[in-house]
């Protein structure tokens, strides 16, 4: 009886009872593959956008000297390719000072705001005091005074204690990092307490928690924050600029800053000596740019 009731429930609304059942119009998918095609025409306007101006900084560095001089039309319209600012540069021996001087101290940096940077926030993310949230913010309302502002009062305590024209005026000033901090204790306060009352149970004092247990699981944020440190030392002007007045020691940036005010109109020395400057960062981030998406992943900050 019920199923000839069903049946004639499906005769009286007209629709047989072997028919498949209407197609629902996938929305949720549709609505994605829109999106993804606008996000990949955003990205792909964005690309070229930034690509422009680094392909126009190489064609200029292929050509010579007196074609560059005379304007943009000249530049596009050469076809004769020479690294002959390339050659002039590498040989003339500064660029590798400027090399090596850059490296010292961006790498020196990385691995001391990496250290100190996860300490501090193992103390405010895991150790319990009074003023704990106190210091946290006082801390991160340092992120809110332009580092620009401090170059006087640093450059006077660094003369004070005899440390200008030395590596350390570079690296010092450059180890209390914010946002290293930050990301630190986002990333720790992620993380099971359970791990630290297992460790503590076993007699492992804070220590041995913070260095056998917390920074091994830090690996992914240890990466991309060395590495966005050794970015940022590596392209930092001002400091460098205040307190390195010896030739031998200057930086990358401050190298390229007296290229341009000596080279005059060559205009291709000056772009060949921007490509070469940048040109160690590009392999850098080609080479760990999955580290740096994990890491900033890994914090937090997503949301």
Same mark, same amino acid.
């Given at each position: ?11 009286r609304?007209g ?10 119009a ?8 829109t999106f993804?095609?606008?996000a ?9 956008l930034w690509?422009?101006?680094?392909l ?5 560095s ?8 005379l304007?943009?039309?000249a ?9 002959a600012?390339?050659?002039s540069?590498?040989?003339g021996?500064?660029?590798w ?21 996860s300490?501090?926030a193992?103390?405010l993310?895991?150790?319990?005091f ?6 946290f ?26 440390l ?5 005026a570079?690296i ?17 306060d ?8 297992? %460790?503590?149970?076993d007699?492992?004092g804070? @220590?041995?928690?913070?260095w056998?247990? #917390?920074?091994? *699981?830090s690996? $992914?944020? /240890?990466a991309?924050? %060395? ?6 030392? @590596?392209?930092?002007l001002?400091l460098? #600029?205040f307190v *390195?007045?010896? $030739?031998? /020691? ?7 800053a007296t ?14 000596s921007?490509? /070469?400057g940048?040109?160690?960062l ?12 994990e ?6 900050l997503k949301?």
């Open positions: 009886m019920a199923t000839t009731g069903a049946a004639g429930t499906s005769r609304s629709i047989s009872a072997a028919a498949p059942p209407p197609r629902v996938k929305v949720g998918t549709n609505g994605g593959k993804n095609r606008i990949v025409v955003v990205l792909t306007v964005f690309a070229v690509l422009v101006p680094s126009w900084a190489i064609k200029t292929l050509t010579a000297n007196s074609v560059s001089a304007g943009t039309q530049i596009l319209k050469d076809i004769n390719p020479t690294l600012s390339y050659s540069l590498l040989g021996g500064d660029l000072n400027w090399y090596l001087a850059s490296f010292i101290t961006s790498t020196l940096s990385a691995v001391l705001v990496v250290l100190f940077a300490m501090a193992f103390a993310s895991r150790m319990r009074r003023g704990r949230q106190v210091v913010l006082l801390v991160i309302a340092g992120i809110m005074v332009p580092a620009d502002v401090l170059i006087i009062p640093i450059f006077q305590m660094l003369n004070t204690v005899g200008l024209n030395t590596y350390w570079v010092f000033p450059q180890v209390s990092s914010v946002i290293a901090l930050f990301v630190f204790k986002q990333f720790f992620g993380l099971p307490n359970e791990l630290e009352e297992a %460790a503590r149970i007699g492992a804070n @220590w041995r928690i913070y056998s247990i #917390l920074m091994p *699981l690996r $992914p944020v /240890l991309a924050m %060395a590495i966005v440190t050794f970015v940022g030392v @590596w392209n930092n001002i460098p #600029l *390195l007045s010896n $030739p031998d /020691l200057m930086t990358i940036p401050v190298g390229l290229v341009q005010g000596s080279y005059g109109q060559r205009f291709s020395d000056i772009q060949a921007t490509v /070469l940048a040109l160690p590009v392999i850098l981030f080609v080479i760990f740019q999955r580290r740096i998406v890491g900033v992943a890994g914090t937090g949301g």
